[in-house]
């Protein structure tokens, strides 16, 4: 994002703005450095709870922010607001990730070691990370899916984010991937689209077994299903437990489908 972070010593007071970032800051050991999180960490539970809350991740609270004094904050482009970003870089250094592959998020993790100083660590769990993935076994031939994280409107995953990432390494072949990157979507553009597979993410809606029948309703021959979105979106150290639950969605659906 063309901005520089510069950091005279190791930091000790860090700031997390981002969920599954902030599981990662503790996966590697820096729970005594974390000062501040928003109140959507919730992982790791109880150690967040520790912690100050700054706001939310798109709207935060620079009074908060100002009396802990950080050393660092930990951002994402997407998950963050530019205008609260570039208010923040005004007073302290703020290291932003922007992920949309496996990729980027392993790299972010070796960047974050880096800064931390907990390098070792890191790549213990980029090379458990790596292994769990390079053993996933994707759905041959592709199946047709359609991946929902809103209601009222419905909401899918389209193009150029991890979520449709993480679904084309699973053999899922997103029908809305030609589309912008978090589309709303008609109950006639998803009758239309006749996907063989819809998934309902647990988050950031929590789609529960309820709100089953009235995609059954839209697409009676569709295989339909709620999965955890933390294990399609959360870009962090959960990524080490994501391959073993990915490879029982792809099982499941295998068994399901005609």
Not at 12 to 22: D, N
Not at 62 to 86: C, M, R, S, T, W
Not at 147 to 172: E, T
Request: proline share 7%; charged share 20%; net charge negative.
């Amino acid at each position: 994002m063309g901005y520089e972070v510069t950091l005279p010593d190791l930091p000790q007071r860090i700031i997390s703005l981002v969920p599954s970032q902030t599981e990662l800051l503790f996966d590697l050991g820096l729970g005594d450095r974390i000062i501040g999180v928003t109140k959507f960490c919730i992982h790791p539970e109880p150690q967040v709870k520790q912690k100050a809350i700054i706001g939310g991740t798109k709207n935060f609270r620079f009074d908060a922010i100002a009396e802990l004094q950080p050393d660092l904050i930990v951002g994402n482009k997407e998950e963050n607001y530019k205008e609260g970003i570039e208010q923040l870089q005004q007073k302290y250094p703020v290291w932003m990730s922007d992920i949309y592959t496996l990729d980027d998020a392993l790299q972010m993790m070796q960047q974050v070691g880096q800064l931390t100083g907990t390098e070792a660590r890191a790549q213990e769990l980029m090379q458990g990370i790596s292994t769990g993935f390079s053993s996933l076994q994707p759905n041959q031939p592709l199946i047709s899916t359609a991946y929902f994280i809103w209601r009222k409107p419905y909401m899918a995953v389209g193009s150029h984010n991890i979520i449709d990432h993480m679904l084309q390494r699973c053999g899922f072949q997103n029908v809305f991937s030609d589309l912008a990157r978090y589309p709303e979507i008609t109950p006639e553009q998803l009758q239309q689209a006749n996907p063989q597979f819809i998934l309902l993410s647990s988050e950031p809606y929590p789609f529960k077994e309820k709100h089953v029948a009235e995609f059954r309703e839209l697409c009676p021959q569709a295989v339909i299903k709620i999965v955890d979105g933390e294990m399609f979106s959360w870009y962090g150290s959960r990524l080490i437990n994501a391959p073993a639950y990915l490879q029982q969605v792809i099982e499941e659906v295998k068994q399901e489908l005609p």
